[in-house]
């Protein structure tokens, strides 16, 4: 059973259309995250935040954007989205107060630009 | 910056055999947590284990357990008793608590199990 929402699970858009891609969870985790994944590779840490009305870039240079007005919600846009940023994207939440907690998964938005 | 690094694209193990898998991590952060992830190929991100810097023992979970060397900065991950299931992308992550728990992945070992 989620805990962890991702969706759409899977979107086709043309290249230049604004894209975004949601996640919520229900666990009241204060931190999430956005990874980026091709298949079977590594996961580039892309966007993260600590709280509401905080974010922070990862290591990836990403064109898109978050936003945390909510706790349990950390959506990702795309203001344009060209053929480069067909992968998939995870979203992950875990609880901050607690330093051996995981991070929980979604179970991924599978983005195709063509 | 912080790093990690799994040294093993790919591996070929016979079931019921033990596995090792590598991960060797660069931090200058003191507080620090090390996890590994198993993916199967249906996709989903499986929690295995973790350990803390300052744990003083090696973490164990049912057939996981780390192997954890903090002088030499390495975690490995080991599988006793491998099963066909345990077939899979792992991936070992680092958070570091002085950059507000940012967790980033290594580059993952593919494991393929042998009848």
């Known amino acids: 059973e989620a805990d962890i929402y991702q969706t759409p699970r899977y979107l086709v858009i043309g290249t230049g259309k604004k894209i975004t891609l949601e996640c919520s969870q229900t666990?009241?985790?204060?931190?999430m995250y956005w990874y980026q994944q091709d298949p079977g590779m590594e996961l580039h840490l892309i966007h993260y935040?600590?709280?509401?009305?905080?974010?922070e870039k990862g290591d990836l240079s990403s064109e898109s954007t978050v936003s945390r007005i909510r706790t349990e919600h950390f959506p990702l846009t795309l203001e344009s989205a060209r053929p480069s940023h067909t992968s998939q994207y995870l979203c992950?939440?875990?609880?901050?107060?607690?330093?051996?907690?995981?991070?929980?998964f979604g179970n991924g938005t599978r983005l195709t630009v063509t | 910056a912080q790093k990690i690094t799994q040294t093993q694209p790919g591996m070929f193990v016979q079931e019921k055999e033990a596995v090792t898998l590598d991960c060797t991590y660069d931090t200058s952060d003191p507080s620090y947590g090390l996890f590994w992830y198993k993916q199967p190929s249906s996709g989903e991100m499986i929690f295995l284990i973790y350990q803390g810097s300052y744990d003083q023992q090696n973490a164990t979970e049912g057939r996981y357990s780390l192997n954890f060397q903090k002088a030499r900065k390495s975690a490995n991950l080991v599988i006793s008793a491998s099963q066909l299931g345990d077939s899979a992308m792992y991936f070992c992550a680092m958070r570091e608590t002085n950059r507000d728990d940012k967790i980033i992945f290594g580059k993952g070992t593919r494991l393929h199990i042998l009848p």
């Open positions: 992950a939440s875990r609880r901050g107060s607690s330093y051996n907690s995981p991070l929980h």
């Open positions: 935040s600590y709280g509401v009305n905080s974010t």
């Open positions: 666990m009241g985790h204060d931190k």
